[in-house]
Every structure is written in structure tokens, then in C-alpha cells.
């Protein structure tokens, strides 16, 4: 397979035409006949060694790892087709060093076959390529873990995670990831517990909600977060409106309701449904009998067909 690669600085500027080289796929090198399933990390390991492994094995790669983006993983157009080529240049680049990815990778069919990356940040809940450009665990490690191999080119072994991202490595990075599979299998397996914990402490909030016959007022220190957040939606900035929405209901879960509608639409907005559907799910059980309820079962319908793109 031939790949087209793509001088990003002429495609910025817009001052010269774009620099496109074709190279020739490198032979197969290493092993792994089979797809590598993870192995159980010691009984010992943390969630934050975890985390720290995996920030040590994606900063400042010698050999960068190769990312490629689900079409519809953080925008609503079909970033991997070349003809978006513009977009996705100034997306990437957006908050980001200038050297951090040195090209983009197209194939025969003009789609997007990897980004080499030299560090990739690991966050606590996130992998994040910049800004704009995020993973979080809870939404891409609920599905098999594997290794794979590619039939040649430059980074033949595979890690895909659902549909939204998959990394890539060189055929003397095998090693690495493994090493990869191994830490994202255990922050899987640990996900999985958070969720039957927080599904327990869901299901307590709910009765305690319903169980009360005078609701809490919304105090004035949350009054403020939720003027914020609606501020910030206003302005776009999802993230942080998201993040005061969560201020309010750390301050009290129970006297704003509405808080769970909005922050599913605003993670929808930055295309993590299935943390979408989670607080539309969580406001119904509260509000059952809500004047929206029937548009916000429909908005998980909706999610739902997003989440198999």
C-alpha cells in the first residue's frame, strides 16, 4: 500500500503547495501470528502507576506511535477524508507544539491512515492529543484489547480501541505495545469497578430523591457554578461548562436535577455519547415525569446511533 505524506507547515501557511512523497511499505519484521491478548498486571499495580507507565511510554518517542481518529471520533464531518485535509490540520495544531507530529499518512482510498505522534498526553480520565482532541477512558476501553498485526507498512501493530482512536507502532516497537495492551487492559478492568460503585451510589441517590417530600433549594454557591457553566456554554467552551455543572452537584446532587440534561448535552456536543447517555439516563431516573422526558429518551436513541459510527 502506497501512503501520501503531507507537509503540514505548506498546507498551514497556504504560501506553497502541499509537499506530497509516496513511500513504499516496509517489509513485515518481528512476530505475533496472533493477536496479543493483555496479560494481568502484578497484584500490586495501582490505577496511578498505571497511568504514570503509560505517560512514560508515550513522551518524547524516539520512534513516534501512529494515531488514527474513528471518522466521527471529535467532529461531526469525516475528518479522515483528505478532502478535510484544511480542518483537521488546524485542529491538530490548535494548542499543540509545532513539532509534536511531523505529517499525516493518506492511503490509495485518500483516507487517513495514521498521524505519527511523538508524545501523547495521558491524563487521569483522558487521553489527549490536544484541546480540542480528547479520549476518555470510560468512553474508548469498553471493548476487546488486543494487539494486531497489519499486513506491512511502517507501523504494522494495531492497538483499536471501539471506533474513535487506534495506536500504532513500529515493527521494532512490539514490546511497547504490548507494554500499551497491558496498562489500558488494567485501567479497563478498573473503569469497571467505578462504574458498579458509582452505578450502587446512582441507585441510593435516586431513592433518597424520590423519597423526599420537599426537594433541597439550590443554594447560592451552586447558583453561581450554574450561572458559570451557563456562561461557558454560551461561549462554547463545553469542557469548562461541563465542569462547573459537576461544582453544583458536588455541592449538592439532589436540588438540580436539570444539571444531568445539560451536561448530556453538552458532553453529545463534544461527541463523548456514551457519557451522554449516562447523565440523560441518571436525570430521567430523577425526573421521570419531566415535561422533557419524552425528547431526552429520544436524544439516548439518537446517542445511541452515534455510538455505532
Same mark, same amino acid.
Given at each position: 500500500?502506497?501512503?501520501? !505524506?503531507? *507537509?503540514? /507547515?505548506?498546507?498551514? $501557511? *497556504?504560501?506553497a503547495?502541499?509537499q506530497? &512523497? ?26 496511578? $502507576? ?20 474513528? !471518522? ?6 469525516? =475528518? ?8 483537521l ?6 494548542? %499543540? ?9 493518506y ?6 491512515? @495514521? ?11 483522558r =487521553?489527549?492529543?490536544? #484541546?480540542?482532541? /480528547?479520549?476518555?477512558? !470510560?468512553?474508548?476501553?469498553?471493548? #476487546? =484489547? ?5 499486513? *506491512?507498512?511502517? @507501523? ?23 507494554? +500499551? ?9 478498573? =473503569? ?13 441517590? %435516586?431513592a ?9 433549594p439550590? !443554594? ?7 450561572? &458559570? ?6 461561549q ?5 461548562a ?5 461544582? /453544583? ?10 444539571? @444531568?440534561?445539560? +451536561? ?14 449516562a447523565? +440523560? ?6 425526573e #421521570? ?5 419524552? $425528547? /431526552? ?8 446511533? +452515534?455510538?455505532?459510527?
Open positions: 500500500m502506497l501512503l501520501a !505524506s503531507v *507537509g503540514l /507547515a505548506a498546507l498551514i $501557511s *497556504g504560501c503547495q502541499l506530497v &512523497q509516496n513511500q513504499a511499505a516496509r517489509g513485515e519484521q518481528g512476530g505475533l501470528d496472533v493477536p496479543y491478548v493483555p496479560k494481568p498486571l502484578p497484584g500490586t499495580t495501582t490505577l496511578e $502507576s498505571v497511568r504514570d507507565d503509560l505517560t512514560a511510554l508515550l513522551r518524547g518517542r524516539a520512534r513516534p506511535v501512529g494515531i488514527k481518529f474513528g !471518522s466521527h471520533a471529535f467532529t461531526q464531518i469525516d =475528518i479522515n477524508r483528505r478532502e478535510n485535509l484544511v480542518q490540520v488546524r485542529l491538530l495544531r490548535e494548542g %499543540v507544539e509545532e513539532d509534536n507530529f511531523t505529517g499525516l499518512r492511503d490509495n482510498q485518500q483516507q487517513l491512515d @495514521y498521524i505519527p505522534y511523538k508524545t501523547v498526553s495521558v491524563l487521569d480520565d =487521553i489527549e492529543l490536544g #484541546p480540542r482532541i /480528547a479520549f476518555l477512558f !470510560s468512553e474508548i476501553l469498553n471493548g #476487546p =484489547i488486543t494487539v494486531a498485526k497489519l499486513k *506491512g507498512g511502517d @507501523y504494522p501493530y494495531v492497538i483499536q480501541l471501539q471506533n474513535q482512536v487506534s495506536f500504532r507502532f513500529e515493527s521494532k516497537d512490539l514490546a511497547d505495545a504490548k507494554r +500499551m495492551a497491558d496498562d489500558l487492559d488494567f485501567m479497563k478492568r478498573s =473503569i469497571a469497578k467505578q462504574d458498579e460503585a458509582r452505578a450502587a451510589q446512582s441507585a441510593a441517590l %435516586v433518597q430523591y424520590r423519597a423526599l417530600k420537599t426537594k433541597p439550590v !443554594s447560592e454557591e451552586q447558583r453561581r457554578f450554574i450561572v &458559570q457553566a451557563n456562561t461557558f456554554n454560551q462554547k467552551n463545553y469542557g469548562q461541563l465542569e462547573h455543572y459537576q461544582k /453544583a452537584l458536588d455541592l449538592q446532587p439532589l436540588s438540580y436535577p436539570a444539571a @444531568y440534561f445539560n +451536561m448530556a448535552l453538552l458532553s453529545a456536543q463534544l461527541n463523548r455519547f456514551r457519557l451522554a447517555i447523565y +440523560m439516563k441518571q436525570y430521567l431516573l430523577l #421521570p415525569e419531566a415535561k422533557d422526558a419524552r $425528547s /431526552a429518551q429520544d436524544k439516548i436513541y439518537e446517542w445511541e446511533v +452515534m455510538l455505532g459510527k
